[in-house]
């Protein structure tokens, strides 16, 4: 052995060593987590005492040990069983002491030993077994593996930082197989259980097939290792890159004199945060972020982040707004100019305006007007806006399922902006506008919040003025704004957000009240829309009575005006073609203009045979008439619905039935026909899904005429929920139904006297030309809308 130092405590008397070790048996040294191999120099400390007394015993009598891997490296003191049965024998080249007390050993493995019989009893372990020749297999199978290897050792020595010249000469060198496995698997960083397994395979194929997997996992970390590095450098050096042209950009500005453009910038805002009268809160917010800008590179991304803010917020309007004269008779005269009709929301705003004027500090009303399409909601707040001499903006929440299109996304987001109430507030540049927020009831909640909720705090006055918008980051005083939603109905409006609403309803419009809209605006507005003037085209109101009658079935004017729209376009061509100066539209020339007439009534049609009632429906676009038919046929008493009824609507034509069968004799109707038909009860227009309950009266008339065989007055509709009882209950909608009872041309309708508190909504129109029967119970809904039997016509049907 070559450089060996033994340490004093080596020379210890003879009386304190051990007895000499057999002869034919090895010392052995258990290590917890390194594993030799044969030829490879590798320093091994040793601190546990019988590794210290083995290492001292071997350096003593020049022996060989056998360095071998524990199975658990938590083990303190390794005994048989507790270490691997292939180890490697060993020569100590030197021995060391350090001045802390540690023993290190610098070691080179000679052969591979196997280990059949561990000896106890001694100050350490001895060992008997058999060394492990190397194999000299060679052929291509080998020799394909060794290229392999030596070539995955190379690149993975490429890979490795500092690797030393010296270790790649000796890859390079290396020509035995197996000496090339092991020396890879020494070098390898991999797990000691994994090198074990390399120790302990002596064929040369298996063992080049281990190390080769080793080398290719390892290399695929490093691979990925060195990506990871290089795209971090890149990322360093293009950070620097940019710093670099920065300041040397910073340096020409300087230069040419064209870094003013920044503090101009900086001047500018602190000038206009001063000017705007914030309050104290958002004028500090202002500031700081103008201290964040002014430290911020103008060529950074940030840059314009913080100056998009700012700008922001010294656009909106903070002061309070000045308090403005107002002048009811002018209010009134605006409202009367722009509008027909109408008169309970004129009296709303008027009423508010007189509360303004005289407590000029109240909070500002939030209405919802409700109505079907085309009856005039969105234009009626620009009007409300003239009126109160304010300016106006419009938001459209049709389809909004973005809880930050009304609170606006957070400044974290690229691209983030307010939410649309900040952004209508700083487009009109006002904080006492009239904001419209139009179809309120058409919002749905998504995955990114439900928008309806964050409206609760918008048209709140307990709580919009302190209104936070994500991006602004700041409260926002709203208390000022006149809030005003339009919706077509209100089921789909959430019932916390209708409470916070003042509702007003809008009927539709009643033929004369459309023909007076048409002569005021929709024909006049036509005319300019299609380059006409007055002096070239004059229509008639017989004409634009036959236009409301035939050719528009609707609650609104938006037909009426397309309808006007085209006949004025007809007259268009013949003037511009030269055909004409001068053309008046009379009621005959709207047929040869428009074409055939789309509607007609067809109540007296429905109603000149028994069976038939016409009953009156609320739509979300206005009223409408619809008809109840029934019919009997040979059967066994069975009642059959068709015509796409709800299940309400069901249970109110059985309910019918049960009521005539109950009241037979009072109405004449003959028990035993009941027995031996069946009844057959339809609503026409099928594809359209019919419900509700208020139209138990129609069709306890309609089954009453037909088994009475008296026809229905054909100028009657009528509209009621019935009870087993015979009472006649209350429904909705009865503005509505009774508008479209007019519009259809009937003469009387009944309803339910418990009703007659809707009678002040019914226009005045509508009022003065039907006749109103109130009902009680049915009967008195048979005697008025039943005509009497006829002798000879009526005992026929009455025995059909």
């Known amino acids: 052995m070559t450089e060996t130092t033994v340490p004093p405590e080596a020379a210890a008397p003879a009386e304190q060593a051990a007895a000499e070790p057999p002869a034919d048996a090895l010392i052995v040294i258990p290590v917890r987590n390194l594993v030799m191999f044969p030829e490879i120099v590798t320093p091994v400390m040793v601190g546990r005492p019988r590794s210290v007394a083995a290492a001292q015993q071997a350096v003593r009598d020049e022996r060989q040990v056998v360095v071998v891997l524990q199975r658990d490296p938590e083990i303190a003191d390794p005994g048989p069983g507790d270490v691997h049965d292939v180890g490697v024998v060993t020569n100590i080249l030197r021995y060391v002491t350090s001045p802390d007390g540690g023993h290190h050993l610098v070691c080179q493995g000679v052969e591979r030993f196997r280990i059949t019989e561990l000896i106890e009893g001694g100050p350490y ?12 297999d060679t052929g291509p199978q080998v020799e394909a593996r060794v290229l392999n290897v030596r070539q995955q050792a190379l690149e993975v020595l490429d890979l490795v930082p500092q690797a030393p010249d010296e270790l790649r000469a000796a890859v390079q060198a290396i020509a035995s197989p197996g000496a090339l496995a092991d020396m ?12 074990q397994q390399v120790l ?50 910073a340096a020409i500005q300087r230069e040419l004199g064209e870094d003013e453009g920044a503090s101009q910038d900086v001047a500018e805002i602190t000038a206009a945060i001063e000017r705007l009268q914030m309050p104290e809160e958002i004028a500090d917010q202002a500031r700081k972020e103008l ?32 308090p403005k004269e107002i002048d009811i008779a002018e209010a009134r005269r605006i409202l009367d100019a722009d509008h027909y009709g109408l008169e309970k929301i004129k009296s709303r705003i008027i009423e508010f305006l007189a509360v303004r004027k005289l407590a000029p500090q109240g909070k500002a009303p939030i209405l919802c007007f409700v109505g079907p399409p085309g009856v005039g909601k969105t234009s009626l707040g620009q009007s409300i806006a003239k009126a109160m001499g304010r300016k106006f903006a419009r938001i459209s929440l049709g389809g909004v399922h973005d809880e930050a299109e009304i609170r606006g996304h957070r400044r974290t987001y690229v691209g983030a902006l307010p939410g649309n109430v900040i952004q209508a507030i700083r487009k009109v540049g006002a904080r006492d506008c009239v904001l419209m927020l139009d179809e309120i009831d058409k919002m749905g909640a998504g995955v990114h919040g439900d928008p309806s909720a964050a409206m609760l705090e918008v048209l709140d006055p307990e709580q919009n003025s302190t209104f936070r918008d994500n991006y602004l980051g700041v409260p926002f005083d709203l208390s000022q704004v006149v809030f005003i939603a339009t919706a077509n109905m209100l089921d789909t409006i959430p019932g916390p957000l209708r409470d916070r609403m003042e509702v007003i309803s809008l009927a539709g419009y009643t033929a004369g009240e459309k023909l007076e809209i048409a002569k005021r605006y929709l024909v006049r507005r036509q005319l300019e829309a299609n380059g006409l003037t007055p002096g070239e085209v004059e229509v008639d109101e017989d004409a634009l009575d036959e236009i409301i ?10 037909n009426l005006e397309r309808e006007i729209g085209r006949a004025l376009r007809h007259v268009a061509v013949r003037i511009a073609e030269g055909k004409a100066e001068h053309v008046r539209i009379r009621r005959q020339d709207i047929a040869e203009i428009l074409g055939p007439p789309r509607f007609e009534s067809e109540v007296a049609m429905r109603t000149s045979v028994p069976g038939v009632a016409t009953g009156l429906a609320w739509t979300p676009v206005g009223g409408d008439i619809l008809f109840i038919e029934a019919a009997k046929s040979p059967g066994a008493g069975r009642l059959i619905l ?17 009521l005539v069968k109950s009241e037979g004799v009072k109405l004449g109707v003959d028990p035993a026909q009941l027995r031996r038909c069946d009844i057959h009860v339809h609503v026409p227009a099928g594809a359209t899904p019919k419900d509700g309950p208020s139209a138990g009266v129609a069709m306890f008339i309609a089954l009453t005429s037909l088994l009475t065989g008296r026809t229905v007055r054909s100028d009657t509709a009528m509209t009621g929920e019935i009870s087993l009882r015979g009472l006649v209950l209350p429904v909705g909608g009865i503005k509505e139904k009774v508008v479209a009872a007019a519009a259809a041309g009937l003469k009387r309708v009944m309803l339910p006297a418990r009703n007659r508190r ?15 029967i109130w009902l009680e119970r049915v009967s008195d809904a048979a005697e008025a809308a039943l005509e009497p039997l006829h002798a000879e016509g009526g005992a026929g049907e009455a025995g059909s």
């Open 184 to 195: 890879a698997a020494a070098y390898l960083d991999v797990k000691p259980a994994e090198k």
């Open 642 to 658: 068709t015509g796409q009824l709800g299940e309400v609507m069901k249970e109110s034509a059985q309910a019918a039935l049960t």
């Open 200 to 249: 302990e395979t002596l064929g040369l194929v298996e063992r080049l097939d281990k190390v080769s997997a080793l080398l290719a996992d390892r290399l695929q970390v490093l691979r990925l290792s060195a990506e990871i590095g290089r795209q971090t450098q890149a990322a360093f050096s293009q950070r620097q890159r940019e710093a670099v042209l920065r300041e040397q950009l």
């Open 758 to 772: 809707d009678y002040e909504d019914i226009p005045r129109e509508a009022r003065e030309a039907l006749e109103f």
């Open 125 to 136: 372990l001895m060992a008997r077994g058999e060394r492990l020749t190397e194999p000299a």
């Open 291 to 322: 201290r964040r800008l002014q430290r911020t590179p103008e060529a950074s991304s940030e840059y314009g982040m913080i100056r998009t803010y700012l700008d922001w917020l010294i656009e909106l309007p903070w002061a309070a707004p000045e």
């Open 549 to 558: 009658e035939a050719y528009t079935r609707e609650a609104g004017v938006r």
